[in-house]
């Protein structure tokens, strides 16, 4: 990961009588203080980068590079002006792809450590990824210098102007930095003021294309909320989701055999797995959020690395390292089926890598809905703000029944059959259309009063395969962690048992936000826009 600050910072390097008023740059008198730090009181060996030479300290395998394989480290990262970041991904690719001195010294222009993959120490507690690179950098620069220092040990005028000149510049870069810092924070507030305040954050584009057209800024907390471990841990004890995937690959090996597979959104690493324990040739994980680090070693836990390669970015801006894919895998639902517009990336992917004869997992989804009569929970949190402590809030109501509600609803409080609203096959389906109305009819099988519409979705994997899977998120069923979407009434509807409900619901995206939804559903003379945020 990132460096956690300078070991080497403790050396000032400067006489205080010679550099009178001379702030402590974090330099140091010659090169070789540089090096000094925990690693020579510990014993720690340090292995070099092409042999097996262990050595006392990072300095001496810097030498020792130097004087035996011929190789000056320190200039190669001065020449391509690595940062914290690149040097890190230097080191861990020239201990992981055991690439020679003469190799490394031919590079020009591109550099190949540039993945995110070489962030991964090769070696535990590898001593040389604890440099300070740019201390590092100026000390390269000032042991070049031959007027580094006078015979009596004391700076040169030219040393410590050329300290001057580095200490300029880093204040020059600090302050860039917080500059960008600012700018982003505005840009954040600004954002998050245009929420609130319903502007449009969004200027030109469709709806359908919302999500591709996001900026990382405005997408950043959608990614963000999926690095922490606790909502990966939620979904893989969700058995009937895990185990409904897990049992479609291994009952289905024809599907995945020495086929080339992509993982939408991969987390933990886990529908990857199941797709290479099924056969396939090599599997491909991309995944925007921190999460995919775990990943990372959770394949190599399992001896999973050489068939699982994975790719930190959004799948609408990384370049995966194959032209075509036979088989698409995404865990992409999301409450009430498409809140989060996941569906949107797997469909991009399937647009921009699927070959022909190839097919998206799972296949066929289906978004049903049905009549709930619950006097009691539309009482506690509808009825309830006509009479608070003696003082009328009804006014309340009008910001909360607008927002959605999931929860996992009693089966029993259902009043009548389910009907299905929509039918998306995501090998054909497009972006557009998955903003959509449909006119619908629930048929009653109860005396009672309609509280609430709820809304649920099936999932099957079908297309070829021998054993078909599927899973509902009903409340007629196991419970998952996507429970049920549940859109209550301001007044409930009366009904009669044999009588029909007729509706229409119309879903979209929300313009300010399109990973939400708006969800406007009218009964009878009743109409009630909801948003799932």
């Not at 604890?130 to 390269?140: G, N, S, T, Y």
């Not at 004391?154 to 200490?167: K, Q, V, Y």
């Not at 491909?284 to 790719?311: F, K, P």
Request: glycine share 6%; aromatic share 8%.
């Amino acid at each position: 990961g990132k460096p956690s600050g300078s070991i080497m910072a403790q050396h000032s390097g400067v006489d205080e009588a010679a550099a009178d008023g001379m702030p402590d740059l974090s330099g140091s008198e010659d090169e070789e203080d540089l090096w000094e730090d925990e690693e020579c009181d510990s014993g720690l060996r340090v292995c070099c980068l092409f042999c097996d030479s262990s050595l006392n300290s990072s300095q001496d395998v810097f030498s020792h590079c130097q004087q035996e394989h011929h190789i000056d480290l320190a200039s190669v990262v001065q020449t391509h002006k690595l940062d914290d970041y690149g040097y890190i991904k230097f080191i861990n690719y020239i201990r992981s792809t055991k690439c020679s001195a003469e190799s490394l010294k031919s590079i020009c222009g591109a550099v190949p450590w540039q993945s995110d993959e070489y962030m991964k120490p090769a070696v535990q507690d590898d001593p040389l990824l604890q440099i300070d690179v740019v201390e590092l950098w100026e000390a390269k620069s000032m042991a070049s210098d031959g007027s580094e220092q006078l015979m009596g040990g004391c700076p040169s005028p030219a040393a410590l102007l050329l300290r001057a000149e580095r200490a300029e510049e880093a204040t020059r870069r600090t302050e860039e930095e917080l500059a960008r810092a600012l700018e982003d924070l505005h840009k954040l507030k600004h954002f998050a003021q245009n929420l609130v305040m319903n502007a449009d954050v969004r200027t030109g584009g469709s709806a359908a294309g919302a999500v591709a057209e996001l900026r990382e800024d405005e997408d950043e907390v959608y990614f963000s909320s999926y690095g922490h471990y606790g909502i990966h841990e939620e979904m893989l004890k969700d058995k009937v989701r895990t185990e409904s995937y897990r049992d479609f690959m291994y009952l289905n090996p024809d599907v995945f055999k020495d086929k080339v597979v992509l993982d939408v959104g991969c987390g933990t690493g886990i529908l990857s797995m199941f797709a290479a324990k099924s056969g396939a040739k090599k599997v491909i994980g991309v995944d925007q959020s921190e999460i995919i680090y775990q990943a990372m070693d959770i394949v190599r836990s399992n001896h999973l690395e050489g068939t699982i390669t994975l790719v930190k970015g959004r799948i609408e801006e990384v370049e995966l390292p194959v032209e075509k894919v036979d088989v698409i895998i995404s865990e992409w639902m999301g409450y009430f089926l498409l809140f989060e517009s996941m569906l949107d990336s797997v469909l991009y992917a399937r647009d921009r890598y699927l070959a022909d004869g190839g097919s998206v997992y799972p296949d066929l989804c289906t978004i049903s809905v049905a009549a709930v009569g619950d006097a009691q929970k539309h009482s506690e949190r509808i009825a309830f703000w006509d009479d608070v402590y003696g003082f009328k809030m009804a006014c309340m109501k009008k910001a909360v029944v607008p927002e959605a509600v999931v929860e996992v609803l009693k089966p029993e409080t259902l009043i009548s059959d389910p009907t299905v609203i929509q039918n998306i096959n995501c090998n054909v389906v497009t972006i557009s259309e998955l903003e959509f109305s449909t006119d619908f009819t629930l048929k009653i099988n109860d005396n009672t009063q309609c509280t609430a519409i709820v809304g649920y979705f099936n999932i099957f994997f079908d297309k070829n395969c021998a054993s078909k899977v599927m899973f509902s998120t009903g409340p007629q069923s196991p419970k998952t962690h996507w429970k049920q979407t549940v859109f209550l009434l301001e007044k409930p509807i009366a009904v009669q048992s044999g009588n029909t409900l007729q509706g229409k619901i119309t879903v979209r995206k929300n313009k300010k936000d399109p990973r939400s939804l708006i969800i406007t559903l009218c009964l009878n003379d009743m109409k009630q826009t909801y948003s799932l945020q």
